[in-house]
């Protein structure tokens, strides 16, 4: 399998290199060269927001093309009508972002989505950005087009500091601030998961949405800071906190306390969704042990420090803050 990676280098985009290369694929990767590509890769040099910044691609021919592009859907847009009739599939790692809020428990891939258009350009919020390039992918590709709606990912690489928070949080031991309740089922996917399914749907030629996230309750809260505390070693002490009590406190879900959300509207649209799709065609989800205990070998082998997206905020609770909420 001939394999074009646009991006490549960073979270999904590496985890898809190195699950093609694992798998004997040729793979051939498109992206600015600001970071090294897994070794195996052909990285050929291209700024997609550049005048002409495909031209890299020459007249080569692949059998398909794996595309995590979350910003301005016109950079998808053009990459799609550059390709059409060079390569036979076209996978779009999307987002479960794209539905309309607030979503109804238990919500499929026939969800209402969002407005938008392929050819915004500058600064477009999320959903539109991901809404859009799907739109792109629909008009040059049809029902060659995958569009991979990712849920929350977490796992080696991850960067934009969730799960790595809660890892660097609990390893500095104490008592912790857990968000409640603690059987709070979550709905999650490890990116390498994510990888390996959408490559199974790459061979298989699958097209359309795809919800690609675990199933719902795939582990609770508990279970994911349980497994923190046993994989750091850490004397952490878990403070299970009522969430009605972190609210009225002002502590923001999901950023100052990463992956938590309170139960209700919000909630339900981030870890309601059905996989049914996914997972009849044949998705597979590690145990949350295996993701924890990989993380945090990844983030001791670069220093503790996770990686951090340019384009996305810093998250997690100040110490000061939480010291206050503990002794509260």
């Given at each position: ?220 809260m508990g279970g994911l800071l349980e497994a923190c505390v046993r ?85 997690g609770l100040d110490p000061e803050r939480e010291a206050e909420l503990?002794?509260?």
């Open positions: 399998m001939r394999l074009l990676l646009l991006g490549g280098t960073k979270f999904v985009g590496r985890a898809v290199a190195e699950e093609a290369l694992a798998r004997g694929w040729e793979v051939t990767a498109l992206n600015r060269g600001t970071q090294p590509a897994p070794e195996g890769v052909r990285v050929l040099l291209g700024d997609r927001t550049a005048e002409d910044g495909l031209a890299a691609l020459g007249t080569a021919e692949w059998d398909s093309v794996v595309d995590t592009w979350s910003w301005a859907p016109a950079a998808v847009r053009d990459s799609a009508r550059r390709l059409n009739g060079r390569v036979g599939h076209y996978a779009y790692v999307s987002s479960r972002s794209v539905y309309d809020y607030p979503l109804r428990p238990g919500a499929d891939e026939t969800a209402p989505v969002v407005p938008a258009s392929p050819d915004l350009t500058g600064e477009v919020p999320y959903a539109e950005a991901k809404r859009g390039a799907e739109l792109a992918l629909e008009a040059e590709f049809g029902g060659r087009a995958l569009l991979v709606r990712a849920g929350l990912i977490l796992g080696p690489y991850e960067n934009i500091g969730r799960l790595p928070w809660w890892l660097n949080r609990i390893a500095r031991g104490g008592p912790v601030l857990a968000p409640g309740p603690r059987d709070l089922p979550l709905q999650y996917i490890d990116g390498r998961d994510l990888a390996a399914w959408t490559l199974d749907a790459v061979a298989a030629r699958l097209g359309g949405p795809y919800n690609v996230v675990g199933p719902v309750g795939h582990t609770t994989a750091t070693g850490s004397d952490a002490g878990l403070r299970w906190t009522d969430p009605e009590r972190i609210v009225a406190a002002g502590v923001q879900p999901w950023t100052e306390l990463p992956v938590w959300v309170p139960p209700g509207e919000l909630y339900d649209s981030v870890h309601g969704c059905s996989v049914a799709r996914a997972v009849d065609s044949g998705l597979r989800c590690r145990p949350v042990t295996e993701t924890v205990e990989d993380t945090w070998a990844w983030l001791r082998s670069i220093g503790g420090e996770a990686p951090q997206r340019d384009d996305r905020p810093n998250v503990l002794r509260g």
